[in-house]
């Protein structure tokens, strides 16, 4: 008997998305709801109706909570299309899922997003600690509710037997160094910047720093590592005087690191002369970034897979409800480096445009 698995296979689409057209719900693109209602004409599908009904006996729901983003800062776009996708492939399970958004410069608007989420009663939470006064009222109300939680792309050690998924940033930030080395090998100065908003509880970002540290500690060149915070990635021209203001009294900088998503926008402060004269690794695959980086303004950029990241954490969520599988405490996904020469297309990319508007305003 054909399956929906096996139709999915053939239109080269999700499991879930086979399951949408068959249901008339919506959100699939017309050509791709013809390109499956085609297959399923051509198989002869039908759909068996005990099995649909026993799939959708008992319904678990999954809430997320994960920052807003936009077109300058565009890093969460990433693994929320992820957990949409990942949604699309279990939804004949009988799993629901609704997304929280906050502000993730706003104490207040995590907290009150959280709040709306625990209203809908959900059976696991996924959810991305940005704040640790917070994060700790947050962990003490789901354990008392007996609700499994993960961590999504930043991990807090702090809390006992808290799941986390994402890239091992004290890793991540060693192998930042080491790259560093290798394109700046004789007298090194480098400039390390971060926004005001990256210094405080982003704990990503602080173990990523630690790492790159470790690395030029642990060997014989000596390096002369600086820092400078700038209050607004999104004020452009204050970024742009503070940056160069620091450059012009520190001429011997021949290298800039950059811990967080925002790349791009460090590179708009900065002039040609300027960028030709540094060597600049920076962190995540998002459009702006892979530009610099495809331009040769950006000598590496280390991925850390958000949309793998978004995708993964609601595939564990789901063997835990159905299967009673019990997470792992770290799921460390892989760290890869990016350069110009190994950019390319990839079946992700597809699947994000052909959805995207689908899902984005």
């Not at 017309?30 to 209602?37: Q, R």
């Not at 077109?71 to 997304?99: C, H, M, N, T, V």
């Not at 609601?314 to 405490?329: S, V, Y």
Request: proline residues 3%; hydrophobic residues 40%.
């Amino acid at each position: 008997m054909i399956r929906i698995k096996d139709i999915a296979i053939e239109a080269n689409v999700s499991e879930g998305t086979v399951d949408r057209v068959i249901h008339n719900r919506g959100g699939v693109s017309k050509k791709t709801e013809e390109k499956i209602k085609k297959i399923l004409k051509k198989r002869n599908f039908t759909l068996n109706p005990v099995a649909s009904a026993l799939a959708m006996q008992k319904k678990y729901k999954v809430a997320v909570l994960i920052p807003d983003f936009n077109d300058r800062d565009i890093f969460w776009k990433s693994p929320y299309l992820g957990i949409l996708r990942a949604l699309e492939d279990i939804e004949s399970l009988g799993i629901q899922a609704e997304i929280f958004h906050f502000n993730q410069y706003d104490r207040k608007s995590y907290k009150k997003a959280f709040d709306a989420l625990l209203k809908t009663n959900p059976s696991a939470v996924i959810f991305v600690p940005m704040f640790l006064k917070e994060t700790s009222i947050i962990v003490n109300e789901l354990k008392h509710l007996n609700i499994k939680f993960m961590f999504l792309n930043i991990d807090l050690d702090s809390f006992e037997n808290s799941i986390y998924i994402g890239q091992d940033s004290y890793k991540a930030g060693f192998i930042a160094g080491k790259l560093m080395h290798l394109c700046i090998l004789n007298k090194p100065k480098v400039l390390i910047v971060q926004s005001e908003n990256n210094v405080g509880d982003n704990n990503a970002i602080a173990k990523r720093i630690e790492g790159f540290d470790t690395f030029f500690s642990s060997i014989n060149n000596p390096v002369d590592i600086v820092y400078l915070n700038l209050e607004n990635l999104n004020d452009v021209k204050s970024c742009h005087q503070k940056l160069n203001q620091f450059l012009k009294e520190n001429t011997d900088v021949n290298g800039l690191f950059i811990p967080s998503s925002r790349t791009a926008n460090i590179m708009e402060c900065l002039s040609k002369e300027q960028i030709n004269h540094l060597k600049i690794v920076g962190f995540d695959n998002t459009p702006q970034n892979i530009e610099c980086l495809k331009n040769g303004d950006v000598s590496f950029l280390i991925s850390q897979k958000p949309f793998d990241q978004g995708y993964e954490a609601i595939r564990i969520m789901k063997d835990f409800l159905l299967k009673n599988k019990e997470p792992e405490k770290k799921i460390y996904l892989p760290i890869d480096i990016l350069l110009k020469e190994n950019i390319m297309e990839n079946e992700i990319d597809q699947w994000m445009e052909d959805h995207e508007k689908l899902y984005v305003n």
